[in-house]
């Protein structure tokens, strides 16, 4: 007999998460190397059941791998400086090294760095080499990519997929760009959330004002983005919302002006990559840019 809400069933708690996730953790043999994220409490805590050597990373000094000095990296434009990329500093016993990644957005590219830096020096490979490594990144589809959208504008375009905690970092990004263009944030459904869809949509809603002039939601589940949005006091004539992707690509590409910095991110299922298709300036590229462009994609 079933006697919880049929949602619990197959919504894991985080606990669950991390029993799952942990797994690999556990099989390492004495002599192998863990890297964790000293940042996360619940990766960290691994280090207790580790048998092989830990190596950290994070942006706390007691890391292994330390991240600091996160900055974005700007050019002049026609209407004031336009994002190009981050750039930041890794420490590690002692030494520092300057990384620039360009074309992409957001404090979770530095983790990656910082991952990769850990494997790198336990590999022998110096804080030089490993910082010249990424003067060639190209910053993968979807993932807080910079593309340059129509009419000047541009595009954050993190659609590959969407959490609660994704989303508040990419609205903290679009919140940190210094400009006084309008910033657009186009937000899908968050799907796969379960009992928690309905207050963690809210909560982003509540997040929304102070990194957005304009709304725009795309699903049934995103409306709770702008509800909540509206009574935290955004005005209402700076709301949209929409039942699907495409449907709401055509508005944006109307409602666009000269300087603008638009957002995008949904959940997979959203297919969100189809809004930023519509206000790429070269859509002729949008294989190489973005994501799910597979013809078995293309034929859902």
């Given at each position: 007999m079933i006697t919880r809400p049929f949602e619990d069933i197959f919504t894991p708690s985080k606990k669950q998460l991390m029993e799952e996730e942990s797994i690999p953790a556990f099989k390492?043999?004495?002599?192998?190397?863990?890297?964790?994220?000293?940042?996360d409490e619940n990766v960290f805590s691994l280090t207790k059941e580790a048998r092989g050597e830990v190596v950290t990373f994070g942006l706390d000094k007691l890391?292994?791998?330390?991240?600091?000095?996160?900055?974005?990296?700007?050019?002049?434009?026609?209407?004031?400086?336009?994002?190009?990329?981050?750039?930041?500093?890794?420490?590690?016993?002692?030494?520092?090294?300057?990384?620039?990644?360009?074309?992409?957005?957001?404090?979770?590219?530095?983790?990656?760095?910082?991952?990769?830096?850990a494997v790198g020096i336990k590999e022998g490979i110096n804080l030089v080499r490993l910082s010249e490594s990424f003067k060639n990144y190209s910053s993968p589809p979807g993932r807080m990519k910079i593309i340059e959208g129509v009419f000047d504008t541009t595009i954050i375009d993190d659609t590959y997929n969407s959490s609660p905690v994704a989303l508040e970092e990419a609205l903290s990004t679009l919140k940190s760009i210094e400009s006084k263009e309008r910033k657009i944030a186009v937000l899908g459904d968050m799907l796969e959330l379960g009992k928690f869809s309905e207050s963690e949509?809210?909560?982003?809603?509540r997040v929304v004002l102070g990194s957005a002039h304009i709304l725009?939601?795309?699903?049934?589940?995103?409306?709770?983005?702008?509800?909540?949005?509206?009574?935290?006091?955004?005005?209402?004539?700076?709301?949209?919302?929409?039942?699907?992707?495409?449907?709401?690509?055509?508005?944006?590409?109307g409602i666009l002006e000269e300087g603008d910095f638009v957002l995008v991110?949904?959940?997979?299922?959203m297919r969100m990559e189809r809004i930023v298709e519509e206000i790429i300036l070269q859509p002729e590229l949008k294989e190489k840019l973005l994501v799910r462009q597979e013809k078995e994609w293309q034929e859902r």
């Open positions: 390492i043999k004495k002599g192998g190397v863990l890297v964790l994220n000293r940042d890391s292994d791998v330390s991240g600091g000095n996160i900055l974005v990296s700007y050019r002049n434009g026609a209407r004031g400086k336009r994002p190009i990329g981050i750039t930041f500093r890794v420490d590690n016993n002692g030494s520092s090294v300057p990384v620039d990644l360009e074309g992409t957005l957001g404090i979770q590219n530095v983790y990656h760095v910082l991952s990769a830096f949509h809210e909560r982003i809603g725009i939601t795309v699903g049934a589940r995103a409306k709770g983005i702008g509800k909540a949005a509206l009574e935290s006091g955004m005005d209402k004539s700076k709301i949209f919302e929409f039942g699907e992707s495409k449907e709401a690509g055509k508005f944006i590409k991110k949904g959940s997979q299922g």
